[in-house]
């Protein structure tokens, strides 16, 4: 399996090499050249299988070549092994033809566990052959950071350092992050947003001068590892629910674009899906675009759902990628205008095309609340604020009611108790075991200005184990 960059000007490489490069030398992302296609034969016969076992079935083509299958399979194995529920994913019915996938049984309660813990091993198993060492550096509005810490707090050949903006993430995502303590585990808060932090990442992988050296590898969705681990779930729960013989519509809260991009991969992969929601919050460039041809910046505001707080969706680019023929000369050329004129708008053909499998809703905060507290009265479920705008994006924007509805539910809503309690939900969430003394934890975080040459001179002073690189 080889991959090639969005905007066409950098080397292809295999898995092995992907998994370290993150962003591509010309600043595009990493694609497959080719996806693989399963047939409806093939995908039916894994039903039943566990997780882990399917999960090799979907992502072995991305990986032949670069690790041996019994190795990934041990991999996979130890990777869910980690995950408090059997299923690993389970499905829970809200009403007669309505579904939440459940994705926050993993260490750090959130969907990112599903890629995180994957990532980690994987950049273990790689390094150590290798006899490398590298530095992370990762953005987080407020998940990734703490799921990425868990996945690669135990590898030997890792600094990792994640920054978040300053009192801009829940109470619960921060200590997940500044409680984990090790000599290679960094958390930096920047006085600024998320977007702020993802452009300081973006940045420091274009001139990596800073690090002396050392290899600088990606755990935010531009990593294809990330993506790849994401797409397993969607036949996971197709499966559940009478697929392949019947096609399935997804709601996805998102706000870079990486989990429903999966479901558009899995799709292309032979998965039948009728219909990919994008469910997004106040900061709807992505609404914008799916609704009316219009991805524009816009001023990025804070809200209760903050893992989606988000301005620019990185991941957007790969969809316009394939939307372009896979011409990564027009790719570059947009994405260009994008950052000298803040906007663009797609040919009319290549907009249509786009909506015959997408829709969007964006979501507020009083309709989120509004949703938690009507599932609640409902059914007894208490919903984090995310998967509630996949809920509300869903019942609104249904195409066909005998279709199987899946929202994705991307965290535990003990994790963002501010909405819970705006929403008037009276039900004391707690901790689940392996967290119940989070609040006592040690923490320790480093704020700094939102300075880009600030940032990289912490990351070379603290890299290698608290030695300077």
Same mark, same amino acid.
């Given at each position: 399996m080889r991959y @090639?960059?969005?905007? /066409?000007?950098? #080397?292809?490489? +295999? &898995?092995?090499?992907?998994?370290?490069a993150g962003l591509a030398s010309d600043g595009g992302l990493y694609v #497959?050249?080719?996806?693989?296609? &399963?047939?409806?034969?093939? $995908?039916?016969?894994?039903?039943?299988? #566990? %997780?882990?076992?399917?999960? =090799?079935?979907? *992502?072995?083509?991305?990986?032949?070549?670069?690790?041996?299958?019994?190795?990934f399979k041990k991999i996979l194995e130890e990777t869910y092994a980690a995950f408090s529920h059997n299923a690993i994913a389970p499905l829970r019915q809200l009403n007669g033809n309505e579904w939440v996938l459940e994705l926050f049984h993993g260490p750090t309660l959130a969907f990112k566990d599903f890629a995180l813990q994957l990532l /980690?091993?994987?950049?273990? %198993?790689?390094?150590?052959?290798?006899?490398?060492?590298?530095? @992370? $550096?990762?953005?987080?509005?407020?998940?990734? /950071?703490?799921?990425?810490?868990?996945g690669c707090k135990r590898c030997d050949n890792v600094d990792i350092f994640i920054l978040h903006p300053h009192n801009r993430v829940s109470e619960v995502q921060r200590r997940q992050m500044t409680t984990i303590l090790g000599e290679n585990i960094h958390n930096i808060a920047i006085e600024g947003n998320f977007d702020d932090c993802q452009e300081m990442v973006k940045a420091s992988f274009a001139d990596q001068g800073f690090l002396k050296g050392t290899r600088l590898v990606a755990v935010n969705s531009i990593n294809w590892a990330r993506i790849m681990a994401q797409i397993v779930y969607y036949f996971h729960a197709a499966l559940q629910l009478g697929g392949p013989a019947r096609s399935i519509a997804f709601s996805v809260p998102t706000g870079n674009f990486g989990d429903i991009f999966a479901g558009y991969l899995a799709? +292309? *992969?032979?998965? #039948? $899906?009728?219909? !990919?929601?994008?469910?997004?919050?106040?900061?709807? @460039?992505?609404?914008? &675009? *799916?609704?009316g041809n219009q991805y524009v910046k816009e001023t990025l505001h804070a809200t209760l759902s903050p893992s989606m707080d988000i301005m620019v969706s990185s991941n957007f680019e790969r !969809?316009? =990628?394939?939307?372009?023929?896979? +011409?990564g000369a027009a790719l570059a050329g947009l994405m260009e205008s994008f950052k000298q004129g803040g906007g663009f708008s797609v040919e009319e053909d290549r907009w249509s095309e786009a909506r015959k499998l997408f829709d969007s809703l964006a979501v507020n905060d009083e309709q989120t609340c509004e949703t938690i507290a009507e599932v609640f009265e409902q059914t007894g479920e208490v919903l984090d604020p995310h998967t509630?705008? /996949?809920?509300?994006?869903?019942?609104?924007c249904r195409r066909s009611l005998d279709t199987p509805m899946v929202i994705l539910g991307t965290a535990h809503p003990v994790k963002f108790p501010d909405a819970v309690e705006k929403a008037g939900v009276g039900k004391a969430l707690e901790l689940p075991a392996h967290l119940s003394d989070l609040f006592q934890r040690e923490e320790r975080c480093t704020v700094l200005a939102n300075d880009l040459k600030a940032v990289q001179a912490f990351v070379s002073q603290h890299g290698n184990r608290g030695k300077p690189l």
């Open positions: @090639i960059s969005t905007r /066409g000007q950098a #080397p292809a490489l +295999n &898995f092995e090499d992907v998994l370290l #497959p050249e080719n996806l693989p296609r &399963f047939t409806q034969e093939e $995908i039916a016969s894994w039903a039943g299988l #566990p %997780y882990h076992e399917l999960a =090799f079935r979907v *992502m072995r083509p991305f990986v032949t070549g670069s690790i041996p299958d019994a190795d /980690g091993r994987l950049l273990d %198993y790689v390094l150590e052959k290798r006899g490398e060492r590298v530095v @992370i $550096i990762g953005a987080t509005s407020g998940d990734t /950071g703490s799921a990425a810490i868990e799709r +292309n *992969m032979g998965l #039948p $899906i009728s219909q !990919l929601i994008v469910a997004t919050n106040r900061n709807d @460039i992505l609404h914008r &675009f *799916m609704s !969809l316009l =990628f394939d939307l372009h023929g896979r +011409n509630a705008i /996949g809920v509300k994006a869903a019942r609104e």
